[in-house]
């Protein structure tokens, strides 16, 4: 009798393969004819968009015009500068520039070589920035208020929504045009408010109003700042966005993860765009319910 | 899995690809992995051209939806450590981190963080926490050290109205807040304080304390003592007692379960 299999049911059956849903002839040509271009051209989509996204990046990266190169300038001036700095801030109130010098240690926890993390100072009372509102110079009169009480530690995040107003004013302090003073001091308050609370007045080292001859340095200050959520991923864009809306060179402390999300919340920015191509062999993988025999026709 | 096993299988039928074929056509066009529904595409632009944010997009969780486990926290650290690398920042530091994810950090860093920033007051005093830094030199910072006066529910519990700090204050003839700054500091651990109004901007920077002398043995050397505040032993005890482990800002309010693998 004449064996009628095809060349695939004969290698199924000496090979004892199972049988394969709907492989006849007609499909098995069909598919090796598209199955190769229909793959190609998906796979050339896909990494079309791609390369589309990393030139995108690229080149707005560059468009933010900080570069390190500027900021490891300011670190090497800012060695330079620690006794000029101890020099004006003599003049200023000394209770508000006490400084914690803090020495990392290297890690006990883990066997890895984890080198030290810091050598600075940092002042221990900081100013918070949290909910003040930017809008009417609330927070650029606030700011001067507090530098000129003698706050140096300013503690500022991206989602306080407030740093681009930070920065205008921190940038006016720190590049005063010619006629404005460089920090304004707010009205001592009466007394009669303060009578329980002011302990320290009369004490030789309270506060006076700082020296208006004093111009307030960038290596005075100690500006921190954080990473917000949907960043994770992308760090140094974030820093980047933050030092331009600060209108700084470099940041003193850079807090990882936003005060509540330690679990990061990743809004994947061009992905999330348009322009982004998936791979549909990939993409269909993942995340659909059963829709692959939903459709009988 | 369930996936990877079925549909390689069905690659060889045509019925197979004419149902794809039907779903494709029918707009639903093939999902992506964590497709972040409610944050908007903010696009390149924006980050580049505006000082400032448009909207507050990046600080919308969608009650958690948003949040992406698959983003470990090595991968974060290691941008981190690159971007101190680069000189943008000059030390990095971590938020609201609990022993646990502080231990696994520390497992894969290069660079240890130098300070973690915790929510810290009289009702809230993560002792635990503080003793793990310590050993590790992790710098502890608190914020909120007095209670969020400003922000909290009526409901919630003050810190500054509380008897053994108001006691304690007029006892060293100072403000409340000035006590729970002090006692903040005495514990080692900096603040970082929030207001808009020049007396209590005052008030809290007129703080004097005894610091914890172990990183600031030089400090303490030079530093005068005259209208410092110093907390005996007897009065720090009496403070901590007054933990209650009672936290302003829950996650869990926001995030649902999601929160339960940042705290406890």
């Known amino acids: 009798m004449q064996d009628t299999a095809s060349h695939c049911q004969r290698m199924r059956r000496a090979y004892r393969q199972p049988k394969r849903i709907g492989g006849g002839e007609g499909i098995r040509r069909w598919r090796q004819t598209t199955s190769l271009a229909i793959g190609s051209i998906a796979l050339a989509w896909g990494m079309k968009g791609y390369w589309q996204s990393v030139a995108r990046w690229q080149s707005l990266l560059s468009q933010l015009h900080i570069f390190p190169s500027t900021a490891i300038v300011a670190a090497a001036a800012y060695s330079s500068t620690t006794s000029q700095q101890k020099q004006s801030s003599s003049l200023l109130p000394s209770s508000s520039i006490r400084t914690c010098r803090f020495t990392t240690k290297m890690s006990s926890c883990s066997g890895t070589n984890t080198t030290s993390s810091l050598v600075g100072d940092m002042p221990l009372i900081g100013w918070g920035t949290y909910m003040i509102d930017k809008a009417d110079n609330v927070v650029a009169t606030a700011l001067r208020q507090a530098l000129a009480l003698g706050y140096r530690r300013i503690d500022c995040a991206p989602v306080y929504f407030n740093e681009d107003a930070i920065g205008d004013a921190l940038h006016e302090l720190l590049h005063p045009t010619t006629t404005t003073a460089t920090v304004t001091v707010p009205p001592s308050p009466p007394s009669h408010e303060t009578g329980a609370v002011m302990a320290n007045d009369d004490n030789d080292d309270a506060p006076g109003p700082p020296n208006p001859l004093v111009q307030l340095q960038r290596s005075d200050l100690y500006i921190v700042s954080k990473l917000p959520s949907p960043f994770h991923r992308h760090v140094e864009m974030a820093v980047r966005k933050t030092l331009r809306d600060l209108r700084l060179d470099y940041l003193d402390l850079y807090l990882g993860a936003y005060r509540h999300m330690c679990a990061a919340v990743v809004t994947t920015l061009l992905c999330a765009s348009r322009d982004v191509h998936w791979l549909p062999g990939f993409c269909f993988l993942t995340h659909v319910p059963n829709v692959f025999f939903t459709h009988h026709s | ?264």
């Open chain 2, 1 to 264: 899995m369930y996936f990877l096993r079925i549909i390689p299988k069905h690659f060889h039928s045509a019925h197979f690809w004419r149902c794809q074929l039907w779903w494709w056509c029918t707009g639903h066009v093939p999902p992506t992995v964590h497709w972040p529904v409610a944050f908007y595409p903010i696009s390149m632009e924006d980050l580049t051209q505006h000082r400032g944010w448009i909207n507050d997009d990046i600080d919308n969780s969608d009650n958690g939806r948003n949040i992406d486990d698959s983003v470990s926290i090595h991968e974060t650290w290691s941008g981190m450590e690159h971007v101190r690398r680069l000189g943008l920042v000059r030390q990095i530091g971590v938020c609201n981190m609990p022993v646990a994810l502080l231990h696994e950090l520390a497992s894969r860093a290069t660079v240890l963080p130098a300070v973690n920033q915790v929510e810290l007051h009289p009702l809230l005093q993560q002792p635990n926490l503080l003793a793990y830094c310590r050993a590790r030199g992790i710098h502890v910072q608190a914020y909120s050290p007095l209670g969020t006066p400003g922000y909290k529910e009526a409901h919630e519990p003050s810190v500054l109205d509380n008897d053994v700090l108001v006691r304690l204050a007029q006892r060293h003839g100072v403000s409340p807040a000035q006590i729970a700054i002090a006692w903040a500091l005495q514990r080692g651990t900096s603040v970082v304080v929030k207001s808009v109004q020049a007396l209590h901007l005052r008030d809290n920077l007129l703080t004097k304390a005894t610091v914890d002398s172990s990183p600031f043995d030089a400090d303490n050397n030079n530093q005068d003592r005259s209208g410092m505040i110093h907390l005996s032993d007897e009065e720090m005890k009496e403070i901590a007692a007054l933990d209650r482990g009672y936290r302003f800002f829950r996650p869990q309010d926001w995030w649902g379960d999601k929160a339960l693998a940042v705290f406890d």
